[in-house]
């Protein structure tokens, strides 16, 4: 038998392995000061490799962005349904702050992306698609686990996660200048906010 790659499976593996040295210098450099040559040096390839699967940088970020929230909707869905009626949003917690030290960099990344989209109009219809598919997701997440589903969460899922993300982009801007900002890396604050809002757990999503 064969063990020679077809031309689909080539393209699928030199994609992989791009967006996998994309991933290595953006969070080396930054969003801004990387470049494709750089990329393209990191993974072995020329540019012209590069251009002929993505047109632009913001387009290689955009769709390693996309691959890591596909990962992490996985992982949130496996979660999810085992915890299912559950009420257990501590594990969602464990989960996000697993996702977060498995990830250093990362939220600073797509935070410096989205000053950048913020800018362009086209480039932010494009992440804001992306941005509302997690949310969505974080949505059903919390939907699911809570115990009463979505009518036991204190607000509806969707401005729920939205609140939980937001204040977890906040806080990793704090944590820049003062790293033991709201209690530190894993933001212990947001647990004692059950207390006055109900649960709230730390979303999952492209940030993490």
Same mark, same amino acid.
């Given at each position: 038998?064969?063990?020679?790659?077809?031309?689909?499976? #080539?393209?699928?593996?030199?994609?992989?392995?791009?967006?996998?040295?994309? *991933?290595?210098?953006? !969070?080396?450099? @930054?969003?801004?000061?990387?470049?494709? $040559? #750089?990329?393209?040096?990191?993974?072995?390839?020329?540019?012209?490799?590069?251009?002929?699967?993505?047109?632009?940088?913001?387009?290689?970020?955009?769709?390693?962005?996309?691959?890591?929230?596909?990962?992490?909707?996985? #992982?949130?869905?496996?979660?999810?349904?085992?915890?299912? +009626?559950? +009420?257990?949003?501590?594990?969602?917690?464990?989960?996000?702050?697993?996702?977060?030290? @498995?990830?250093?960099?990362?939220?600073?990344?797509?935070?410096?992306?989205?000053?950048?989209?913020?800018?362009?109009?086209?480039?932010?219809? *494009?992440?804001?698609? !992306?941005?509302?598919?997690? /949310?969505?997701?974080?949505?059903? /997440?919390?939907?699911?686990?809570? $115990? +009463?589903?979505?009518?036991?969460?204190? /607000?509806?899922?969707? #401005?729920?996660?939205?609140?939980?993300?937001?204040? $977890?982009?906040?806080?990793?801007?704090?944590?820049?200048?003062?790293?033991?900002?709201?209690?530190?890396?894993?933001?212990?604050?947001?647990?004692?906010?059950?207390?006055?809002?109900?649960?709230?757990?730390?979303?999952? +999503?492209? $940030?993490?």
């Amino acid at each position: 038998m064969s063990s020679r790659l077809s031309r689909a499976e #080539q393209n699928d593996r030199n994609r992989a392995l791009l967006l996998a040295a994309a *991933r290595r210098v953006f !969070l080396a450099k @930054g969003y801004y000061a990387a470049t494709l $040559e #750089q990329i393209a040096d990191e993974a072995g390839f020329s540019k012209g490799a590069v251009y002929s699967r993505f047109t632009s940088k913001a387009d290689m970020f955009l769709a390693l962005l996309e691959d890591r929230i596909a990962e992490r909707a996985a #992982q949130n869905a496996e979660l999810a349904s085992r915890l299912a +009626g559950s +009420g257990d949003f501590g594990a969602v917690l464990d989960l996000a702050r697993r996702a977060e030290r @498995g990830a250093p960099g990362w939220r600073l990344l797509v935070t410096e992306f989205r000053i950048h989209a913020g800018r362009d109009p086209e480039l932010n219809r *494009r992440y804001a698609a !992306l941005h509302a598919r997690t /949310v969505d997701g974080v949505a059903g /997440v919390l939907a699911q686990v809570s $115990e +009463g589903g979505a009518a036991g969460l204190p /607000v509806p899922p969707r #401005q729920l996660a939205e609140l939980v993300m937001a204040l $977890e982009t906040g806080a990793a801007l704090e944590q820049l200048a003062n790293p033991d900002a709201l209690g530190g890396p894993g933001l212990p604050v947001l647990g004692r906010l059950s207390a006055w809002l109900g649960p709230v757990p730390v979303t999952t +999503g492209e $940030e993490a």
